[in-house]
């Protein structure tokens, strides 16, 4: 008999399901009227008897939260639940002020869904938690954020590698902000993405998996996933079984740490929320389907598909509907150009290539400085050759950096390209007269002499002469003389 061959990694697929929380924009906290405000640094500004459980107080549903839920739930093709309710999820925690949490349980307000190709299998809402803050020896609890509204998305256990959960993280982060129902920040703790990882080798979800959480970034997102599966294969290989647990990410070290044995959810002990009212989405004419798609935006993907039918690159057109600063600001640009939508690719180009580059290594500044009316003159003295495409990139820098009008900038910095040929005779004549060797060559038939003349006008005009005009002028010069 064969000697049969040792497992290897490749003898095992990975399986990955995603649960991601987001933070939801409303004014006020998902059950009372206080300020929803994550940017609040006072601790405990925003709180009222409600939220700090009070006894004899009671919860109330905040309408926006929902329909924000129904937004990205329509959003996604999912289906709005008919009959929905909120639960009590029991748990001791200091940051629980109830010792429960309102959430969803068996009855969320959608199911199903997909996004970039992940199905989706349920979006709840519940409340946040409040946040602990430990060291000096003691432990304080800010209650700004009990209570805040808190959408969860899970999906099916459908991802076979790490990029793909990367992208749906991606996806979703841009069709929140799309939707404007979460500012969806992941170093800000406003959206956090857990993991679900397992390995095996029929493909599907082992029993005992590992959560993992603290996932700050979309790159870790990758990175976590990927580490957590190769060390599974690594402990099933040396004989050991995966325990069912939840590990944080450690940043710093790259790689996961036990945190807990994770709890089934008969620990929690849900049962209906007696506090607030049943509801049933079709009979309020608010959470209706038709009410909540009809108002929706345009999503990422129409933005995307409008992109490449005006012309752009697929590639363009990927870049600049990948977030929401960007193709706002290009969607402000064709407005601005409607009545030249021929130089709708010459634009995408600059925002792609100078505008992508100078903000790639300027963060932070992105599209808050420059303004699509300055751009659009821009385009128009690129492609007019009032500018050269050299100077261009110089203009658009300080546009980007610090605003300002494509025209002073570019008389400031003398790039104003000289196009007319009146102006641009005496240097030509200047540079065939510094060069006589050279003009030699050209008569006696060396042609591509005529680049190196062209450039030494380019230098005689500082840079400002249109190399176009100037090569015209040139060979006109050349054969009149001759
Ligand atoms: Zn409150």
Redo the contacts with the bound molecule.
């Keep these: 008999m064969a000697q049969q061959t040792p497992a290897t990694s490749s003898d095992y697929r990975l399986t990955v399901g995603l649960e991601i929380h987001a933070e939801l924009a409303t004014k006020t906290?998902m059950?009372?009227?206080?300020v929803n405000d994550p940017e609040e640094t006072m601790p405990n500004a925003?709180?009222?008897?409600?939220?700090?459980a009070h006894p004899g107080t009671l919860p109330t549903i905040n309408r926006e939260a929902v329909k924000h839920v129904l937004r990205v739930g329509a959003a996604i093709n999912g289906n709005f639940a008919d009959y929905t309710e909120f639960d009590r999820k029991s748990y001791f925690y200091p940051d629980i002020p109830k010792g429960y949490q309102i959430s969803q349980f068996e009855h969320p307000f959608i199911s199903g869904g997909e996004l970039v190709g992940v199905p989706v299998t349920r979006i709840h809402l519940e409340e946040d938690t409040a946040r602990s803050i430990h060291g000096n020896n003691q432990s304080l609890v800010d209650f700004n954020r009990a209570?805040v509204p808190l959408m969860e998305l899970v999906t099916e256990p459908a991802i076979h590698d790490a990029k793909t959960a990367g992208e749906f993280a991606r996806a979703l982060q841009l069709l929140l902000r799309t939707l404007g129902v979460s500012h969806a920040n992941l170093e800000k703790g406003e959206m956090r993405v857990e993991a679900n990882v397992s390995v095996s080798k029929d493909g599907t979800m082992a029993k005992k998996y590992v959560e993992v959480k603290n996932i700050n970034s979309f790159r870790s997102v990758e990175r976590a996933i990927t580490y957590e599966a190769e060390r599974q294969i690594a402990l099933i290989e040396s004989g050991g079984s995966v325990s069912q647990e939840t590990r944080g990410w450690n940043e710093d070290k790259q790689e996961t740490f036990s945190q807990r044995v994770k709890e089934g959810s008969a620990d929690y002990r849900y049962f209906p929320e007696p506090d607030l009212p049943k509801m049933m989405l079709s009979a309020d004419p608010e959470f209706s389907r038709n009410t909540i798609v009809a108002a929706l935006p345009e999503l990422p993907w129409n933005r995307h598909a409008r992109y490449v039918a005006l012309g752009l690159k697929v590639d363009d057109a990927t870049f600049i509907a990948s977030t929401l600063e960007r193709s706002t600001f290009f969607d402000a640009v064709l407005l601005h150009m409607q009545e030249d939508a021929s130089h709708v690719p010459l634009a995408a180009n600059y925002v792609v290539s100078d505008l992508g580059g100078y903000y790639a290594n300027n963060p932070g500044v992105e599209y808050k400085n420059i303004s699509a009316e300055s751009f659009v003159e821009l385009i128009r003295m690129v492609s007019s050759n009032e500018l050269s495409s050299r100077g261009a990139k110089d203009v658009l820098a300080v546009m980007a950096e610090k605003g300002g009008v494509p025209k002073d900038i570019a008389t400031e910095k003398d790039l104003l390209q000289v196009s007319d040929p009146e102006a641009l005779k005496a240097s030509v004549r200047e540079v065939l007269e510094a060069n006589p060797a050279v003009v030699e060559e050209y008569r006696a038939g060396k042609e591509s002499v005529l680049q190196f003349l062209v450039g030494q006008g380019m230098k005689a005009t500082r840079g400002a002469g249109n190399p176009e005009i100037l090569r015209e002028l040139l060979t006109e010069e050349l054969k009149r003389t001759t």
């Design positions: 906290k059950f009372c009227n206080s925003n709180v009222c008897p409600v939220c700090m209570g």
